[in-house]
Nanobody, 129 residues
């Protein structure tokens, strides 16, 4: 079992920044690949970024490329999503997720949404224009 708790969401003006955090517990964090997803009202859940268990490989979606940075602190069991130059279209509930089985394929692609075993409860990000 892995418990995930997101924090750091809120209301920000367009062009601003936010840093989301996701604290994980219940499993050796250094073996877990972590991802961030988001879901806007009426839309499907969308991949944002991922970092593999070692931190050696990261991925981010084209829609946020150049504006977000995913990182992790294995000593603290926490993954971060730094978001800059926020746009109104970034408004969504942001979820962190954990894929608990190390897989060498994730050196070449991020886990698919169905490959994540655990999800947090989400944190709301609202970007005003």
């Amino acid at each position: 079992q892995v418990q995930l708790v997101e924090s750091g969401g809120g209301l920000v003006q367009a062009g601003g920044s936010l840093r989301l955090s996701c604290a994980a517990s219940g499993r050796t964090f250094s073996t877990v690949t972590m991802g961030w997803f988001r879901q806007a009202p009426g839309k499907e859940r969308e991949f944002v970024a991922a970092v593999i268990w070692s931190g050696a490989r990261t991925y981010d979606a084209d829609s946020v490329k150049g504006r977000v940075t995913i990182s992790r602190d294995n000593a603290k069991g926490t993954v971060y999503l730094q978001m800059n130059s926020l746009k109104p279209e970034d408004t969504a509930v942001y979820y962190c997720a954990a894929a608990t089985s190390p897989n060498s394929r994730w050196y070449t692609r991020p886990p698919r949404v169905d490959e994540y075993s655990y999800w947090g409860q989400g944190t709301q990000v609202t970007v005003s224009s």
